[in-house]
């Protein structure tokens, strides 16, 4: 047993030894033996160090660079010529990587992933003292397949925004560094930045914040395993609470009169928050009477700037009043203060001066003339007091007669409301409907001035801009193409504009065809005489051939808003605009036009275009111009609108003619091999909206000859 026992000690004190490149044996810390240091290789080798270093005098390895140990045995990972792939440094010991933040694996050859930043944060849902925070996942979220690198988990933080929130751009340096396994990377943050969330959902709910206070908030993202990105930021509000008095007095009394309190209002120490949706913006004064049970109120609208007060009006005289106050603001109003105490002054007379406590340390002193019929209580004045419309009785005020009311009788509906309201005891008007002004003189906004009356406007909803008119002509706002008084009239087409308006511009109108139940809003051409656009077309379509359905349908097709862009597009006023004139315009909106003029007048477009054959006067030459193009010199072969002639060739509007090489014939009946105009059907091919068919202008039957432009249709 001793045996085994000194091997097992001389055993590990070899081991430790090893670790020391030494050999020792003694004891009380003296050396009983010779001390040797270990000797790893013998210059002489041919290959000493394992081929990879220089042997030293006293036997030790001098490695290469990318190699470690005592022989330059081991090497660096993952190879010697890149040591930890640039992003480490080599244990000298054991020839393991320790990496560089933002890199992991054995040769530190993996660059852990950081999310791509967060594109929006928004904040759905606040209350007073939390905010729900919510964020979509990193675009790049899927990035990877390894489990390494799968699931994100979000860290969420805010800071008060009267603040100093400045470290977060310092931060977001240095959280784009931080590794997830080392925290300590990570910048030191100042405390006014809180971390509320750290979460693998897309939500947060910050809580115990402050009521009515601004905060940032920011979202940054890491992967299993990775980084955290550059956080996003937004700016939220927690709701504000109701201003609370709590015990502070709401009210300083700055003047006293025998039957009014002007009272100046004191804000809450707490208003509800530091946030503008914090600010007081009106006040609720409630006063009552000592001995009365029930509060009147008064609103009164909170001053921007200075002080807030408001004037108790119509109060008993030399009277003990309750007062009390509420605030309010975007929370609604708190509950109200406590009550002060405040008097009313008395009236004296027959020389009299009556002097007393008005509450709250003030006093009044009130002086009154000698020889008004008052009583030793100093609550009358003499009749004269009551404007010759009442007199003094046993009441503090005047008994008025008739319709006088107000303290002194001074207030009648008659005089004071001109006969169109009625007056209040404060000499305020309520105006009749129709009437404004402080005596109701005025026409209010809705009425006009008629033989001395005010009566309503009475405009027209569809074709007026607003409900208020001229209070002296009664004339209402129209809107473009309404006329009259009341706006209720419409104009039927662009002509007709044109002819009441000589001065009227190109742009949209609205009018009002015979046909139609209601307006409608179209493109006027006013430079040529009123032109009503009807219908547009593509070249590159050929959805307005001849046999379209768009032609003879009752039903409008695209847009129908006004405009001269390129498109197929059928116009309301197809099936409605009467006229005498079809105009179309190739390639130009407004200029580069053919017409037709028609012998009578049609109800519409669609009216002329559901029929047969319409001969129409034609100007061969301005067609030709049009669509420059220069066939033989023949006359035109049915003119004018569903123009079907032989050979398959039909025109909505245009003409036909035969080929170059054949003689010119006109008839009806006579061979044709070619269309020109709008909404075409050549011989043996090209159906199109506008331009002209293959054989017009050519002897060659290839398609191709065909010509096909753009189009607009106006009628007037």
Sequence with gaps: MRFYGSIAVVAALLIAAYAENTIGIGKGGDTLGVRMKNRFCDASDSSPCSGRGNCTADGQCECQSGYVGARCHRECRPSASNICSGHGTCSSVTGRCSCSAGYAGKGCETELPTPSQLETVSAPQATNDSVVLSWPEPSNQNQGGSSTFQGTTYVVEVCEASLDCSSGASQSVSLAAMRVNDARARTQETSNWQKVCETTDNTCQASGLKAGTAYKARVSAKFRNGVLNDPTEIEVVTQAEAPDYESNLPIVNKTVTDTSILVELVPPRDIGGSHSSAAIDEYKVEYRKVGESAFQSKTVTAAQSGATQTNLTGLDVFSTYEIRSSAKNDAGYGSPSGTVQQKTAGRCGNGHIESGSLGNGLTYVEQCETGHCCSSSCLFKPDSYCSGHGSCSNATHCACTGSYIGVTCQYSDATTCSGHGTVSYEGTCSCQSGYGGSSCTACSDGSYSSSGNCVPCGCDS?????????????????KTGYYGRTCSSAYTSCKAIKDAIPASSNGVYAIKPASSSSAMDVYCDMTNGGYTLIAKM???????????DYWQSGTTVGSQTPSLSVADIKYLAFMHVSFTTVRGCVGSATTNCMHGVLSSTYSSAHSLFSGSYVPATLNQAEILQAFSVSPRNCDMQGPGFNSVRNGNNRARFGFVNNIPSQACQTSLSDDADGA????????DCCPMNVGYTNYFAYNSPNAGRESRRTGWLWVK
């Design 462 to 478: 569809s074709g007026s801009t607003s409900t208020v008119c001229d209070k002296t002509t009664g004339q209402c706002p129209c």
């Design 538 to 548: 593509r070249s590159d379509t050929s959805v307005w051939q001849y046999d379209s």
């Design 676 to 683: 020109i105009g709008f909404g075409l059907h050549g011989q």
